[in-house]
């Protein structure tokens, strides 16, 4: 009977894992889908201004179809990250809180990646923020980076981080291990490069395109990094 009442709440997170998001996407897109109805509705075959307006509003109607399901979904990854802490996980739904990473990963990448082909950067930004990402002031993004666990993930005052860029704040060896990134003010992160669970990275700090950061690193202020894993080559002036 033990053995049965532990496999419970795993098979009823297991069905929760998939009912849950497909609730929330079904409420993301009834209102774009309600906005298509009414265009039918109004579309007269023989009105030529009909005509010139349909590719505009169809046009309107997706971008209403972007937002909806971008800040819906968002706002569940918000809910979901809110008790997602750093440590050391169990790989199995039974865990709590595998099981709210899970969702939160559902909620956040699933629009990310349809942002990675429309990179509408303000809309970008948002799902960020929803996602729990701490970003200063003027700080850039390039729109093609990949900030896994925005979270955990601090970014400081007037960065700029580089295309294609990976910032991951989880690993998974044998069990799911998450640590914090924090990235400094007046950094520049190269375009490709990669960061680790655990790094820190100072204030003025120039991270090389293409350079590994490996987990748990702490880059020194005032200095220039490149290379896999990263060394330093000099001062930054």
Request: with cysteine; net charge positive; hydrophobic share 50%.
């Amino acid at each position: 009977m033990a053995e049965r009442s532990d496999r419970i709440p795993v098979v009823a997170r297991s069905f929760l894992a998939i009912a849950i998001p497909v609730v929330v996407y079904s409420l993301s897109f009834a209102p774009p889908l309600y906005m298509s109805m009414l265009l039918i509705r109004w579309f007269n075959p023989r009105n030529y201004i009909h005509f010139f307006l349909l590719p505009i509003l169809v046009f309107l109607n997706f971008l209403f179809t972007l937002v909806t399901v971008t800040l819906i979904s968002g706002s569940f990854a918000w809910l979901f990250k809110r008790k997602i802490n750093e440590g050391e996980y169990e790989i199995t739904l039974g865990d709590k809180t595998v099981f709210r990473y899970a969702l939160y990963c559902i909620f956040y990448r699933t629009p990310l990646k349809i942002l990675n082909i429309i990179n509408f950067l303000p809309l970008r930004y948002a799902l960020l923020r929803l996602a729990g990402l701490k970003m200063g002031k003027n700080c850039r993004l390039m729109g093609n980076e990949l900030i896994e666990d925005p979270f955990v993930t601090e970014i400081g005052d007037n960065t700029l981080i580089g295309g294609y860029t990976i910032i991951t704040a989880h690993l998974i060896e044998e069990k799911l291990k998450i640590s914090k990134i924090k990235i400094g003010s007046n950094c520049l992160i190269g375009g490709a490069a990669f960061i680790m669970p655990g790094v820190i990275i100072e204030d003025n700090v120039t991270v090389g395109a293409m350079s590994l950061v490996p987990k748990n690193k702490v880059l020194r202020r005032n200095r220039i990094y490149v290379g896999i894993p990263v060394r330093e080559i000099g001062e930054r002036r």
